[in-house]
């Protein structure tokens, strides 16, 4: 019996696969990987007579028995997923008829849209005295979302929200943030296809015209919708710097020096 490993491919840049994971494509028996999703790229250390089988046609239920029956044939399996594997993976749904037929399986975790977003565009998620909290979410859709986690109740903390899956849904999100309380001028970024060579698109507005800016560019799939007050922030005239990197902090690495180490 082989192993089944989830891997994360990450957000589309075959480059941003960890060590880990690349390691496990290039020893793979058979891979399993999402084609709707997952640049074809990502499969290019597959060795060879690895097979190969895209999921995008496939349900569940056949994804499963696929995974189950490469694991009686091959030691390396890997079920190579965009992103992050825990995060809208279907990853507890995939691994519990595992569990129950007994197939052994473990998780790579992978670089997710939302990070690499953020650094297409320059930006940081969190800054000290602006917000600390990044929360990642959807807007409801086909799929509901939990009572008590609509958009409008996230965004009324007024931190980082990295919004998945939602870019044919811009009007909504548009909606829910300014229920919240976010102004018509609150920067707006939304990244599509975000580090896939030569198809990555960043877009810049603000919350009351970032739906127009991207249907004129046709975004409407595979975008990253970042709504931060961070955004921009390094164009601010003033910023309140990290206390970590401040000469009167003073941790166990470095002694803390002037007039806040005598207090």
């Known amino acids: 019996m082989g192993r089944v490993w989830f891997v994360g491919?990450?957000?589309g840049d075959p480059d941003l696969?960890?060590?880990k994971g690349r390691r496990l494509v290039e020893q793979a028996g058979?891979?399993?990987y999402a084609g709707s999703l997952v640049d074809a790229a990502a499969t290019c250390f597959a060795p060879p007579g690895c097979r190969l089988q895209d999921s995008k046609s496939m349900t569940l239920e056949q994804i499963v028995a696929w995974l189950a029956a490469a694991a009686g044939q091959c030691e390396t399996v890997v079920r190579l997923q965009t992103g992050d594997p825990g995060l809208y993976g279907a990853l507890t749904e995939m691994t519990r008829p595992l569990d129950a037929a007994g197939i052994p399986w473990q998780v790579v975790p992978g670089v997710t849209s939302a990070m690499a977003a953020a650094a297409a565009a320059g930006e940081s998620l969190t800054l000290?005295?602006?917000t600390q909290t990044v929360i990642l979410t959807r807007t409801a859709g086909r799929t509901p979302v939990p009572e008590g986690e609509s958009l409008a109740a996230l965004a009324a903390h007024r931190c980082t929200l990295c919004i998945y899956l939602s870019a044919t849904l811009l009007p909504e999100v548009q909606e829910a943030l300014g229920a919240a309380?976010?102004?018509p001028d609150?920067?707006?970024l939304v990244?599509?296809?975000a580090s896939w060579p030569g198809a990555e698109q960043i877009v810049r507005g603000r919350l009351d015209d970032i739906d127009r800016r991207c249907r004129d560019l046709g975004i409407a799939s595979q975008a990253m919708i970042i709504a931060s007050p961070t955004l921009g922030a390094r164009h601010w005239p003033e910023l309140t710097a990290s206390k970590l990197y401040d000469p009167g902090f003073g941790h166990r690495f470095r002694r803390a020096a002037g007039p806040a180490a005598e207090e």
Do not use: C
């Open 186 to 188: 609150a920067p707006i």
């Open 30 to 32: 058979a891979i399993l």
């Open 191 to 193: 990244v599509q296809k």
């Open 9 to 11: 491919a990450g957000p």
């Open 17 to 19: 696969i960890t060590v």
């Open 128 to 130: 000290p005295e602006v």
């Open 181 to 183: 309380g976010w102004p």
